[in-house]
C-alpha cells in the first residue's frame, strides 16, 4: 500500500502523531510519505497557519478561545475560511496526489481533514480518506460527509463526532498513534519521594514557572524534573529560580527539549502538564496520572474536561494549588495508585496494529 499522511505544525502533536503511525504502517512493508499541508500551501499560508496559532494561544488567548468557539457552531465564518485556504492548498494537494499516486490519504489536522474532504467531495481525488482526532473532543471542522474513516481517543470523542453528523459506523476509538516506546510499560519503581515530571508541552509555557514555584513551596520531600521543550528563555527563568529558591528536600532536574520523554514518565509518579492530545495519549498509554495547573485555550481547555471526568487528571484552577495538591498526593499516594489503574484501563482499547489494519480495509 501507498500512502500519503498530512499533518501540520501547530504544536507538535499533529506531526509525531504521523511519524508513529508512518513507522508502523513502514513495518508493515507499506510505502508512506509524510507532507506538511501548510508549508505546501507556500510561506505565507504557513506563516498565518503555525505562526498565527502560535501567536494567539500565547499571546491573546481570549480571542483565540473566541474563534475557536465561533467556528465549532457557526457555520458562515467557518465555511468562508475554509474555503479560502481550501482553495490556496487544492492545486499543491492534488500535485502531490498525483506524483504519489497513493492508495490511501491519511490526514492528523483538522483543518487538512476538512479541505481533503472538501476535495473528495467535488470529485477531485476518489482515493479512500483516514482522518485522526487528535484531541478528546471533536471540533467541527472535522467533520465532512466523504471522510472514510475517523479514528479517535475515547468514546467520548466518538460521540462528540457524531454529535456533529459524523456517521457512527466510520468512527473507530483505536487512539490516538503515539511512538512505540509509549506504548512499552515498564513497571514504576517504588520510590521513597513523591517524583513529578513537570512539562511545559512543545512551545514552552510561562505559566510552567509559576507551578515550579508553588510546588517548591510542598512541605513534602520530592524529586522534580522539569522539561521546558524548546522555550530557551523559559529554561533560563527556570534555571535561576531553582538557584534562587530555597528547595531543601527536593531533587530538582532541569531539562530544556529531550526525546527521552517516555522514559521520564516511567521513573514518576505523576505529571504535571497542559493537557495536549498527544501529551496526554502519551501519559494515559503510561498510566502516568495527569495534573492540569494550566491550559492553552480552545480544544485543550476541552481536554481538560474530558481527562478530570474520567478520572484520568486532576484540573485545578490556578498554580497556587499546587502546593497542598502536592502534599496530599505525597501522604495519600493510593490517590495515584487509582488513578493509574484507570488509565490502564482506558490504554486497553488503543491499537496502532487494528489502525494499520483498517488502513488496508478501507483500500480493499
Do not use: W
Request: glycine fraction near 6%; aromatic fraction near 6%.
Amino acid at each position: 500500500m501507498r500512502a500519503i499522511i498530512y499533518t501540520g505544525q501547530t504544536g507538535a502533536g499533529h506531526t509525531l502523531a504521523a511519524q508513529s503511525l508512518a513507522k508502523e504502517l513502514e513495518k508493515n512493508g507499506d510505502e508512506v510519505v509524510i507532507i506538511d499541508a501548510f508549508q505546501e500551501g507556500g510561506r505565507a499560508l504557513n506563516r498565518i497557519v503555525t505562526k498565527g496559532y502560535q501567536h494567539l494561544v500565547v499571546n491573546f488567548p481570549k480571542l483565540y478561545k473566541y474563534l475557536y468557539k465561533k467556528f465549532d457552531y457557526e457555520s458562515k465564518p467557518t465555511e468562508k475560511v475554509l474555503s479560502q485556504a481550501a482553495r490556496f492548498l487544492k492545486e499543491r494537494l492534488l500535485e502531490d496526489i498525483e506524483e504519489y499516486k497513493p492508495d490511501l490519504i491519511i490526514s492528523t489536522h483538522p483543518i487538512v481533514t476538512n479541505i481533503i474532504g472538501r476535495l473528495k467531495d467535488d470529485q477531485d481525488i476518489f482515493e479512500p480518506v483516514l482522518a485522526f482526532v487528535t484531541d478528546y473532543i471533536a471540533h467541527d471542522v472535522y467533520v465532512k460527509n466523504s471522510i472514510d474513516a475517523y479514528i479517535v481517543g475515547s468514546d467520548y470523542t466518538k460521540q462528540t463526532l457524531m454529535d456533529r453528523g459524523a456517521p457512527e459506523n466510520r468512527i473507530y476509538t483505536y487512539g490516538i498513534p503515539v511512538r512505540e516506546e509509549f506504548r512499552i510499560n515498564e513497571s514504576r519503581p517504588d520510590n521513597d519521594k513523591l517524583n513529578i515530571l513537570l512539562m511545559a508541552g512543545s512551545l514552552g509555557t510561562k505559566q510552567l514557572k509559576k507551578a515550579l514555584k508553588n510546588i517548591l513551596k510542598a512541605e513534602s520531600d520530592l524529586d522534580i524534573v522539569v522539561v521546558c521543550g524548546n522555550n530557551k528563555s523559559l529554561k533560563r527563568h527556570v534555571d535561576n529560580l531553582v538557584n534562587e529558591v530555597e528547595h531543601k528536600g527536593k531533587d530538582i532536574k532541569v531539562l530544556g527539549f529531550t526525546d527521552k520523554v517516555s522514559g521520564l514518565m516511567e521513573e514518576s509518579d505523576v505529571i504535571i502538564t497542559k493537557p495536549g492530545g498527544l501529551t496526554s495519549t502519551e501519559a494515559i498509554s503510561k498510566n502516568i496520572p495527569i495534573i492540569i495547573p494550566y491550559t492553552y485555550p480552545g480544544q485543550e481547555e476541552e481536554n481538560a474536561k474530558y481527562l478530570s471526568r474520567e478520572g484520568l487528571a486532576i484540573e485545578i484552577n490556578d498554580s497556587v494549588e499546587l502546593t497542598e495538591l502536592v502534599d496530599q498526593l505525597a501522604k495519600n499516594p493510593e490517590i495515584l495508585t487509582i488513578m493509574s489503574e484507570t488509565m490502564k484501563k482506558t490504554a486497553q482499547d488503543f491499537s496502532i496494529e487494528k489502525t494499520v489494519e483498517l488502513s488496508h480495509e478501507l483500500v480493499k
